[in-house]
């Protein structure tokens, strides 16, 4: 990972790029740098991913609730002020959920198994 020096982010600035869900669809802004991804990830009332997903995330709920099913068959509902961690390939999971959400997103090289 390359260094990052002092950076102030005005998330007002950072374009959205839409991404459909099953149902619903997600919002991201984003920014990357070597090795590591931020970003702020919107979920619209009704969401589903469209995929399970096996990527590392620090996920911390800013706004609304949504619910993280794990294909394995648990499910944990998280709210404004709640958050997950998982690593690399340890878990397969996929976000869902009714009202609308709003995430911090961190994931990276940092992450691996």
Not at 66 to 76: H, L, M, R
């Amino acid at each position: 990972m390359t260094s990052i020096p002092f950076l102030h982010i005005d998330w007002t600035t950072i374009p959205k790029e839409e991404h459909p869900g099953t149902t619903g669809t997600s919002f991201w802004q984003t920014l990357e740098f070597d090795g590591l991804r931020v970003r702020i990830v919107e979920y619209s009332a009704n969401y589903l991913a469209d995929h399970w997903c096996q990527k590392g995330h620090i996920v911390y709920c800013l706004e609304g609730s949504f619910v993280s099913e794990e294909e394995s068959g648990g499910s944990t509902k998280l709210s404004a002020g709640m958050s997950y961690i998982v690593s690399d390939s340890l878990s397969s999971h996929r976000s869902t959920s009714v009202t609308g959400a709003k995430l911090l997103i961190i994931d990276g090289d940092f992450l691996k198994s």
